[in-house]
């Protein structure tokens, strides 16, 4: 399935006005305009082999306006590869500024001014949907200076929305951080006055587990959270790291672009927010416990209300997103269970860094509620032991319905996590 | 296949109930209702067969008769694992 955005695509593109701004990649400074230009047909699918590869993949299309799918070698298999040739993309690996380009099966004429993003594939093959540059800036409009950490995948929703930040507002700085570097970012963000930064839920808990101290130490005044369902747990944890920081988190898709921005601390959004329409702005709904968005920023195909595939829960005066859909939903012998929620109360015990919960087949009741965890390194230090299977099965039982209660709860070594920064897709 | 015994089932019942609080007592005719083994705690039971063992138990194999007791529970999942 592929989708476009709506209305004319303006060729050529006018110059983006934060070319000038500083980036760090691979531990060295430069600004975008000093990155190479790669010479690519148009249109590319460019597998970048490297965060400059991409960086200067997204530079090229915001100076030429050429039609462009930018992703990682690791995120494209073979099939997916002789799709986008049979789709009329030029497949251009692309290391080092050194391009190495297979010409399409199904020649076609460009489109300027297109960008596509690969969806993360969660729900089944990944999928291309159309954007436009100015349909990936969502920011606009004065922005205090910032030096913006980028994490992401090069090509994922994530990442075009720090890239265009910095590539179309002056002030708006970045440093990238390459995926051998993920366990050390603080460090080099240290070094390089980060003082933004936006990663999911686990990218922040791994960051907490594996150092918060030198955490503490990023001057960061903005912190953003996104991705992955955003539980109270995380918040309050890096409230308490970054007490005078700006904590956010958002709800955006390659889909329906950042429909929900929350700044108040909390997990969820006002449940006053579901069904008020207001011009310009996405409107949120809940149909059968699926969060549904109607978003001007949306794309061709996808016009009108789009049903998200994540599942929602209203608990007192906020809306929690508790996760897929398919996936959420536990069933254990008739009763219903959300695997977020019970989530949430693993990851609120003070011993807990990460968990995740699934149903796990079993007799009589067809599923249980079954979990793994990450104790948090401090537990021990502390003075405490970290938690073991009996004590948090307690402590679900004293805070959840008895079918609720993960009986069985393995303890993992570290927090797994893979290229999305996601645990879970 | 890695099987457990009647023995080794018994010791993971009478862990799944000292999780809950209760006690598994020593007579296999002992009625489950009355000590308190309900469907959450037999599924338990057999996930945690199914993790020291490493195999899969195959659930939709025997009819599911019925169980009354500690004895009957035993009985089923020595059973299940032979299947």
Not at chain 1, 92 to 106: E, H, K, V, Y
């Amino acid at each position: 399935m592929t989708v476009g955005t709506p209305g004319p695509v303006a060729a050529p593109h006018p110059a983006p006005a934060g070319t000038g701004n500083r980036i760090v990649v691979g531990g060295v400074a430069l600004t975008w305009q000093d990155l190479p230009d790669p010479a690519l047909s148009a249109p590319s699918a460019v597998l970048a082999h490297g965060a400059r590869d991409a960086l200067a993949a997204a530079r090229h299309h915001a100076t030429h306006g050429t039609e462009l799918l930018i992703s990682t070698d690791s995120r494209v298999d073979a099939g997916l590869r002789a799709e986008l040739r049979d789709a009329g993309f030029t497949l251009t690996d692309l290391a080092d500024g050194q391009t190495r380009s297979l010409a399409p099966t199904r020649p076609r004429a460009a489109e300027p001014g297109r960008l596509w993003l690969l969806t993360s594939g969660s729900t089944g093959r990944p999928k291309r949907v159309g954007h436009t540059l100015g349909s990936l800036t969502t920011v606009r409009g004065d922005q205090p200076a910032r030096t913006w950490l980028c994490p992401y995948a090069p090509g994922t929703y994530a990442w075009w929305q720090v890239v265009t930040l910095s590539l179309t507002q002056p002030g708006q700085h970045l440093v990238v951080v390459e995926p051998d570097q993920l366990d050390d970012w603080p460090a080099l963000a240290a070094a390089h006055g980060v003082d933004a930064a936006s990663g999911t839920p686990t990218f922040w808990r791994r960051s907490i587990y594996a150092d918060a101290a030198a955490l503490a130490r990023v001057p960061l005044r903005q912190i953003t959270l996104g991705g992955e369902p955003v539980d109270q747990a995380i918040l309050d944890q890096l409230r308490e790291l970054f007490p005078a920081a700006r904590i956010s988190w958002i709800y955006a898709s390659s889909e329906v672009g950042a429909s929900i921005v929350v700044h108040d601390g909390r997990a969820g959004f006002p449940v006053e927010w579901l069904d008020r329409p207001a011009p310009g702005r996405p409107t949120l709904s809940v149909r059968d416990d699926e969060l549904v968005i109607t978003s001007p920023y949306h794309g061709v195909g996808l016009d009108g209300p789009v049903r998200t595939g994540d599942r929602v829960q209203v608990v007192d005066d906020r809306v929690l997103i508790t996760g897929r859909l398919d996936s959420d939903e536990i069933n254990v012998g008739g009763s219903k269970v959300s695997a977020g929620l019970v989530r949430d109360v693993l990851t609120a015990h003070p011993g807990v860094a990460w968990a995740r919960v699934t149903g796990r087949r079993a007799p009589v009741l067809g599923r249980m509620v079954v979990a793994e965890v990450v104790p948090h390194p401090t537990s021990a230090g502390d003075g405490g032991d970290p938690p073991d299977e009996a004590a948090l099965v307690r402590w679900c039982a004293d805070r959840l319905p008895e079918h609720a209660v993960p009986r069985r709860i393995r303890v993992l070594p570290e927090i797994p996590v893979k290229e999305t920064l996601k645990s879970d897709v | 296949m890695n099987e457990l015994s009647r023995a080794q089932i018994r010791d993971l019942m009478a862990q799944v109930l000292k999780n809950q609080g209760k006690v598994l007592p020593d007579d296999d005719a002992a009625d489950l209702r009355e000590i308190g083994f309900r469907s959450l705690d037999f599924s338990e039971l057999a996930l945690r067969v199914e993790d020291e063992t490493g195999e899969e138990l195959n659930f939709d194999a025997p009819g599911l008769r019925r169980i009354a007791t500690v004895g009957d529970v035993l009985d089923f999942l020595v059973e299940l694992q032979k299947q």
